[in-house]
T-cell receptor
Framework: DAGVIQSPRHEVTEMGQEVTLRCKPI?????LFWYRQTMMRGLELLIY????????DSGMPEDRFSAKMPNASFSTLKIQPSEPRDSAVYFC????????????????FGNGTRLTVT | AQSVTQPDIHITVSEGASLELRCNYS??????LFWYVQSPGQGLQLLLK??????LVQGIKGFEAEFKRSQSSFNLRKPSVHWSDAAEYFC????????????FGKGTLLTVNP
């Protein structure tokens, strides 16, 4: 299994530009999470999908952020327009959720996308 | 809301020495507790987890952690550290009415001296 695949690994963009981060979860997993990691705030949950449906997007910082999961094998996180304070590492993670919850199986993280907004 | 405190931002140990990384949580009931490790440029990898039962849990790479309800702690231990253990370690908790929202501590960076 290739694990959770994120692209791109690095993204440098100018303020005001649209940024799209991509994630391919592990095949068969039904829960997907987007996290943001910064020095100041640590790891924060942005949004959680279960069976392709957004369950909790309360962590999405602003309307500039949006996430989609059109099918079980793909998700995107979009920032439009981007700002310098969005600079962070964005992680996608997936797991197989059963009646014990999404952590009955380990949460698998991708290697992240390091976003720099200048 | 639940919270996680990792009091040590950075710890340095010598290779072969024992290790204990501290984690305290704030939550009224018994939470689900986790330790993750992050190597540079990588995502997080699960070391071990506690849901219920035996309060001493064994994980991968020779790590173990002990849940102590009276101290609201879930400290990570390893009897003999290897140079490859140098990484950042995160304690995390799920609870507070949510069964999916992981709350992470700020992490402890481990440096291993030869």
């Amino acid at each position: 299994d290739a694990g959770v695949i994120q692209s791109p690994r690095h993204e440098v963009t100018e303020m005001g530009q649209e940024v799209t981060l991509r994630c391919k979860p592990i095949s068969g997993h039904n829960s997907l999470f987007w996290y943001r990691q910064t020095m100041m705030r640590g790891l924060e949950l942005l949004i959680y999908f279960n069976n392709n449906v957004p369950i909790d997007d309360s962590g999405m910082p602003e309307d500039r952020f949006s996430a989609k999961m059109p099918n079980a094998s793909f998700s995107t996180l979009k920032i439009q327009p981007s700002e310098p304070r969005d600079s962070a590492v964005y992680f996608c993670a997936s797991s197989l959720e059963n009646n014990r919850g999404p952590f009955s199986s380990p949460l698998h993280f991708g290697n992240g996308t390091r976003l720099t907004v200048t | 809301a639940q919270s996680v405190t990792q009091p040590d931002i950075h710890i340095t140990v010598s290779e072969g020495a024992s290790l204990e990384l501290r984690c305290n949580y704030s939550y009224g009931a018994t939470p689900y507790l986790f330790w993750y490790v992050q190597s540079p440029g990588q995502g997080l990898q699960l070391l071990l987890k506690y849901f219920s039962g035996d309060t001493l849990v064994q994980g991968i790479k020779g790590f173990e952690a002990e849940f102590k309800r009276s101290q609201s702690s879930f400290n990570l231990r390893k009897p003999s550290v290897h140079w490859s253990d140098a990484a950042e370690y995160f304690c995390a908790v799920v609870g507070g009415g949510s069964n999916y929202k992981l709350t992470f501590g700020k992490g402890t960076l481990l440096t291993v001296n030869p």
